[in-house]
């Protein structure tokens, strides 16, 4: 995630901001050129960006209710953002609970979307694709406790994600329960949206071959394979590590690729938020420059996946480190072994592919 300037007085400033604290500028954000930009009153409900096109713009309507803070343009028929767009149900709004929890999960989401627009990966809401059109259900789980709770997952471009997962308390109890140490919403996203992904541009973007000399095939039988991870609870092969991310990945082809799909976006953003903040790794022990790295490139343009996986190692050993010394667990507690960087590589290759395309098509 890249760092911004207040246009009006040149003040840092980030994603989720509202307000620029410095010169009092209303602040959003404006997707198509991917920049938060500061605003001056044009009459209710629009407003004018500072150093932009002059173009009005007004506030998504859920900003209405706190959880957005992006533009749409003021004369377009939408008036819905990109990224709300795609909500199909949201939380009952006359419960405060609900809504404060509806936030958590739209902070997470329009991360999430920053990342598919700055690759311009497909994305089509369930009005212009009726049948696989991305759109995203936030349930609250029945008030019967005795009642199934809300499960989180994805159904033909359709994804749920459980209102109790942004619940502090309830998260932590499952990522406890559940033995899965990096459950966060942001991560619930990617790995949900790379299902999604894995009908856009595997089964139907003619790469089923290689994804299963890749991943395996998909054909075995999902619900079976969820039965035993869940219900029966059998172990994932001792040496798993050695070609998955996680033991969750182990349990299907389709999990494997979401897993991988999910740590190569979490691996992105970070070095790209790395270099935002001029980060760069030189421990005085390690002169051989094991340990170093300097992350000056934009890690969603590099073309090298070297590049990138170099990069990260010696930035999630310093994570993890800072973390152990405020005596927290490791912030990322994987390993990217040989076999596991052949499957990012895959997704990489499929993620670049979309955005050279998108480039081509653009300069035509």
């Known amino acids: 995630m890249k760092l911004f300037r207040c246009p009006a007085c040149g003040n840092v400033v980030h994603f989720e901001n509202r307000l620029c604290t410095r010169c009092g500028h209303r602040l959003g954000f404006a997707p198509e050129p991917g920049v938060v930009v500061a605003l001056d009153p044009a009459g209710e409900p629009n407003w004018t960006p500072l150093g932009a096109d002059g173009a009005a713009r007004r506030f998504c309507a859920n900003a209405e209710a706190d959880v957005c803070n992006w533009l749409v343009p003021a004369d377009g028929p939408d008036r819905l953002c990109r990224a709300c767009r795609h909500n199909a149900v949201i939380p009952d709004l006359s419960n405060p609970d609900h809504v404060a929890r509806w936030r958590e999960i739209e902070l997470a989401k329009h991360r999430l979307f920053y990342s598919l627009l700055r690759w311009r990966l497909p994305l089509?809401?369930?009005a212009e694709d009726p049948e696989h059109g991305l759109a995203f259900e936030f349930l609250a789980d029945p008030p019967d406790p005795s009642a199934p709770k809300?499960?989180?997952?994805?159904?033909n471009g359709l994804i749920t994600i459980a209102l109790a997962e942004a619940d502090?308390?309830?998260?932590?109890?499952?990522?406890?329960?559940?033995?899965?140490?990096?459950?966060?919403?942001?991560?619930h996203f990617r790995h949900e949206v790379g299902h999604y992904y894995w009908d856009v541009l595997v089964r139907d973007g003619g790469r089923l071959e290689a994804f299963?000399?890749?991943?395996?095939?998909?054909?075995?039988d999902y619900a079976e394979a969820l039965r035993r991870h869940y219900e029966d609870k059998a172990p994932a092969p001792a040496d798993w590590r050695e070609n998955f991310v996680s033991d969750y990945a182990t349990t299907h082809p389709w999990e494997d690729f979401a897993e991988t799909w999910a740590h190569y976006l979490h691996i992105v953003d970070t070095l790209d938020t790395a270099n935002a903040f001029g980060l760069s790794v030189a421990p005085e022990v390690a002169p051989e420059g094991a340990h170093a790295a300097?992350?000056?490139?934009?890690?969603?343009?590099?073309?090298?996946l070297d590049q990138i996986l170099e990069a990260w190692a010696p930035v999630v050993v310093a994570m993890n480190s800072i973390n152990r010394a405020l005596g927290r667990p490791d912030l990322y507690p994987f390993v990217i072994a040989p076999g596991v960087a052949?499957?990012?590589?895959?997704v990489h290759g499929l993620v670049r592919g979309v955005a050279a395309a998108s480039a081509d098509d653009a300069r035509r």
Not at 294 to 304: C, E, H, I, T
Not at 342 to 346: E, R, S, V
């Open 294 to 304: 300097r992350v000056d490139f934009d890690a969603y343009v590099s073309g090298d």
């Open 212 to 220: 299963r000399a890749m991943f395996g095939d998909e054909r075995q």
């Open 124 to 126: 089509k809401t369930r």
């Open 168 to 187: 502090p308390t309830e998260i932590e109890r499952r990522r406890s329960n559940l033995d899965e140490p990096y459950r966060t919403l942001l991560g």
């Open 150 to 155: 809300v499960t989180t997952g994805h159904d």
């Open 342 to 346: 052949k499957k990012l590589g895959f």
